[in-house]
């Protein structure tokens, strides 16, 4: 069975920091491409972050650009989120999710974020 389990959110002040993970089962993680989201309600969800299988190339989202970094522990199977110098529009539920192919892909449940002072 496949499970990914985001942990890590909650409430912060604008300028804090919080760093999210996301500890996958299930899967064969070194061969996954990780990749973090993140939704508002109404909107859709938005690529924040990822990071490629061997290579661990990573690309973010212009909004995120040098306060965001993404890592894996392959050894752990967990990806990671550090996020610093928050902002009270980064306030959204964040949701990790695996990456193989077009068919073979999985989410977690989302672990909310709240950047309010």
């Known amino acids: 069975q496949v499970q990914l389990v985001e942990s890590g959110g909650g409430l912060v002040q604008p300028g804090g920091s919080l760093r999210l993970s996301c500890v996958t089962s299930?899967?064969?993680?070194?061969?996954?491409?990780m990749r973090w989201y993140r939704q508002t309600p109404g909107t859709e969800r938005d690529l924040v972050a990822g990071?490629?299988?061997?290579?661990?190339?990573?690309t973010y989202a212009d909004s995120v650009k040098g306060r965001f970094t993404i890592s894996r522990d392959n050894v752990k199977k967990t990806v990671y989120l550090h996020m610093n110098n928050l902002k009270p529009e980064d306030t959204a539920m964040y949701y990790c999710?695996?990456?193989?192919?077009?068919?073979?892909?999985?989410w977690g449940q989302g672990t909310q974020v709240t950047v309010s002072s």
């Open positions: 999710h695996a990456y193989l192919s077009q068919n073979t892909d999985y």
């Open positions: 299930g899967i064969y993680f070194d061969l996954y491409t």
């Open positions: 990071i490629t299988d061997t290579t661990e190339r990573t």
